[in-house]
């Protein structure tokens, strides 16, 4: 079955770029959308953007001037820059399945159906 | 962006009980709703998809209901390992956006 592996720095200087890469392994990363969320500690989920395999993406607008998304389908890989960080981007880190141009209406099999481990990522001096 | 609330935002319950968590999109949404269960440190992990379809594996005593704005996650007997933080997600307008969670906690 398919799996993702998030990986990249856990830490990140203020105003400098986070960078993170979902591996998808198990299964083909065409054909689907992939997402990016995020969690700071103890609190709540927040969406970040998604990618299709296209390199078509969807940005979350809060974030959409400081964020980047692309796709390496020959790496099975797809990635997140995440420029002029603060203290506020620190959180863990999930990537995701997110669905398929195939999927009609809200029931969709591949919709957030499977997630990375999450990777921890702090923004500090 | 499509406010998701939820509530309540904690509750305790006993083993056994019949738990109801509502959550409300600010506009309409469809079916596009999903439900997940997150446990401490761990990854969340969907129950509920289409606003109403079981996730293969999750037990059937989840279930969930509703369409346009007012969606429910029940669980008809709460089990110990029920105890965790629900989220609710909308996926029918960008950006997506979760709901603010709901801690079921052991009265």
């Known amino acids: 079955q398919v799996q993702l592996q998030e990986s990249g720095p856990g830490l990140v200087k203020p105003s400098e770029t986070l960078s993170l890469t979902c591996t998808v392994s198990?299964?083909?990363?065409?054909?689907?959308?992939w997402s990016w969320i995020r969690q700071p500690a103890g609190k709540g989920l927040e969406w970040i953007g998604r990618?299709?395999?296209?390199?078509?993406?969807n940005y979350n607008p809060s974030l959409k001037s400081r964020l980047t998304l692309s796709v390496d389908t020959s790496k099975n890989q797809f990635s997140l820059k995440l420029s002029s960080v603060t203290a506020a981007d620190t959180a863990v880190y999930y990537c995701?399945?997110?669905?398929?141009?195939?999927?009609?209406?809200?029931?969709?099999?591949?919709?957030?159906?499977?997630w990375g481990k999450g990777t921890t990522v702090t923004v500090s001096s | 962006d499509i406010q998701m609330t939820q509530s309540p935002s904690a509750m305790s319950a006993s083993v056994g009980d019949r738990v109801t968590i509502t959550c409300r999109a600010s506009?309409?949404?469809?079916?596009?709703l999903a439900w997940f269960q997150q446990k401490p440190g761990k990854v969340p992990e969907r129950l509920i998809y289409?606003?109403?379809t079981l996730q293969s594996g999750v037990p059937s005593r989840f279930s969930g209901s509703g369409s346009g704005t007012e969606f429910t996650l029940t669980i008809s007997s709460l089990q110990p390992e029920d105890f965790a933080t629900y989220y609710c997600?909308?996926?029918?307008?960008?950006?997506?956006?979760f709901g603010q969670g709901t801690k079921v906690e052991i009265k």
């Open positions: 995701a399945r997110d669905g398929a141009p195939s999927c009609r209406g809200g029931r969709c099999d591949w919709f957030m159906d499977v």
């Open positions: 198990g299964g083909s990363i065409s054909s689907y959308y």
């Open positions: 990618i299709y395999t296209s390199g078509t993406t």
């Open positions: 506009q309409g949404i469809s079916n596009y």
């Open positions: 289409g606003a109403s």
């Open positions: 997600l909308q996926h029918n307008n960008y950006p997506w956006t």
